[in-house]
């Protein structure tokens, strides 16, 4: 399934979004319908900044399912490299967070990556 460009996302259907509301404070309510769009595509391209340098090119791929306390495992491959490649379990109202994160970052300076937190987990910093 090709990726969706990130600008083009429709919101994701109310009664998908009113589950995952009581996990985010109001002031991410906005951006949620989208991120919600995002997670359900199950993958994402971008491309993790360095400061000073260029940025590394991912892709990242998960597993999609509807309920925030389940469990979704996130793998991220950096620069088309299999050895390059890493993944985390969160839950998914925790990954649906990083998804607003990214999409928020995405409307500021039109870079999809993800937050420093997620690449913390992401290579067990936390």
Request: glycine share 4%.
């Amino acid at each position: 399934m090709p990726m969706p460009a990130i600008d083009k996302l429709q919101p994701a259907k109310n009664s998908d979004v009113v589950v995952y509301m009581p996990y985010y404070p109001r002031n991410k309510h906005k951006t949620l319908p989208y991120a919600i769009s995002l997670y359900k595509s199950g993958s994402l391209e971008g491309e993790r900044q360095i400061e000073g340098k260029e940025g590394i090119p991912f892709v990242a791929s998960w597993f999609v399912s509807r309920l925030p306390m389940e469990l979704t495992r996130c793998r991220l491959q950096f620069d088309g490299q299999a050895d390059l490649s890493y993944e985390v379990t969160l839950s998914n109202s925790e990954f649906v967070e990083y998804l607003i994160e990214v999409m928020v970052k995405f409307k500021r300076s039109r870079s999809i990556d993800f937050p420093r937190l997620f690449y913390r987990k992401l290579l067990r910093f936390d």
